[in-house]
């Protein structure tokens, strides 16, 4: 009996062999840092992978150096995938992978497969890796990317293709996510951070009652909630056998309905007549609006509401001016911050009322000029400052089902023309 048992020593080497191959190795990254970091924290990537190797997925997951690959092809590939990486300035702890799990797109929406993934696959690879890296001060967030696939119908044929799933977050913010069991806290901190599904923008919402699971999102206005089929709100089907598809994992039996495809919606209509037909129709409230808020709002006078194309989006465009006190004085994201907590969140709600029905546009712009006050005149400082909210966000907060911070997450913020990210509570201690 004995001599049928590998010796432990072997086990071991098995299991550390393993779990380096998921490591990339320093000598295949250029930049001379994160070269010397790789080998610096060595031991701690390889018990990342250690835990990413112990957990168990809902459906097959494979670390790669290469998305989009099909399960018998990534069987065979390179998963050395874990290592340190730049994003957006920021030195990250960088992850990618391969989730074989398929989603139906008649069954669920963009969002909803997010969401999915995010929950089933991105957050056990941040819970094996933040702790590990949490205090480290060379580690400035992680970025996470993740394939999964999507099962539809072009031109009555099955077909299945991959989605890319990309999710940044800063480290105080990965921290603040998993360190914490209020669910506010947690959906804040993923706010904080930024997603993007094939590349396009997209917000995650923990509890899957997000303002753009409603169906006046301009890059999707024809999507519709669906009820949940899993714990983390969407049905998630395996993938079809490599005889069938391209793709490796177990055969599932076709569902006996068989909804007929929705012809995509159309784009947005932003050529200039379209914003023009949206003056013309819209004058009457507009100009309502302007005479009743008025007081309140501080509307300027050389620029009259006026509806603009943003981002494949219509949105109303309101001008104002906000005057700051001489206490605002700070970087332009204090000032940003006060001008939004001081005067443009008081606006919303009223403006709201005067679109009660289905408006043909995307959402509202408050664009404000804030003024900083200075002992003497020559010293007042202003920057320009742009919010841009789609109305499903715009109700989420009308409703107080959103916070502040949430709002401006789910929209545009631009300063002195330039987007910027907003954290109203770290700017404001600025």
Partial sequence: MRKNRAPVWALVLVSVTVAAAQVVSPAEIKDSRLRSLELQYMDDLRQVGNEILADHFDYPFYLSRKLDLDELQQKRADQHSIRFDQYN????????????????????????????????????????????????????????????????????????????????LPQSSAIKLLGSKDETVQQAALMQGQAFLNAAPVTIWLNGEGPQLETNAPANPSRTETTPQSPAGAEVIQSQNAE???????????????????????????????????????????????????????????????????????????????????????????????????????????????????????????????????????????????????????????????????LIDAGTVLINGERVGLDLQTAEGR
């Fill in 89 to 168: 300035d920021h030195t990250v702890l960088a992850i990618t992978g391969n989730y074989y799990a398929a989603y139906s797109a008649e069954k669920t929406s963009s969002d909803q497969r997010a969401r999915s993934t995010f929950l089933n696959v991105v957050m056990p690879l941040l819970k094996a890796a933040v702790p590990r890296f949490q205090n480290n001060t060379n580690v400035q967030g992680y970025a996470v990317e993740v394939s999964h696939h999507i099962l539809g119908k072009v031109m009555d044929v099955a077909m299945e293709r991959p989605e890319n799933l990309m999710v940044y």
């Fill in 244 to 406: 069938d598809t391209s793709h490796g994992g177990s055969s599932v039996p076709p569902s006996t309905a068989k909804p007929k495809d929705q012809p995509p919606a159309p784009p947005r209509d932003t050529s200039p007549e379209a914003l023009i037909d949206l003056r013309n129709s819209n004058q009457e409230i507009v100009e309502r609006l302007v005479k009743e808020l008025g007081p309140q709002a501080h509307f300027v006078d050389y620029a009259s509401p006026s509806f603009v194309a943003f981002r494949q989006g219509i949105y109303l465009e309101l001008s104002f001016n906000t005057d700051l006190p001489e206490s605002a004085a700070g970087s332009r994201y204090r000032v940003a911050a006060l001008a939004f907590d001081d005067h443009i969140a008081h606006l919303i709600r009223p403006a709201l009322i005067y679109f009660k029905a289905e408006p043909q546009f995307d959402g509202i712009s408050f664009s404000t000029t804030a003024h900083v006050a200075g002992r003497k005149s020559a010293l007042k400082t202003s920057e320009a400052v742009e919010f841009f909210f789609p109305f499903s966000a715009l109700r989420c907060y009308e409703r107080y089902d959103c916070t502040g911070q949430q």
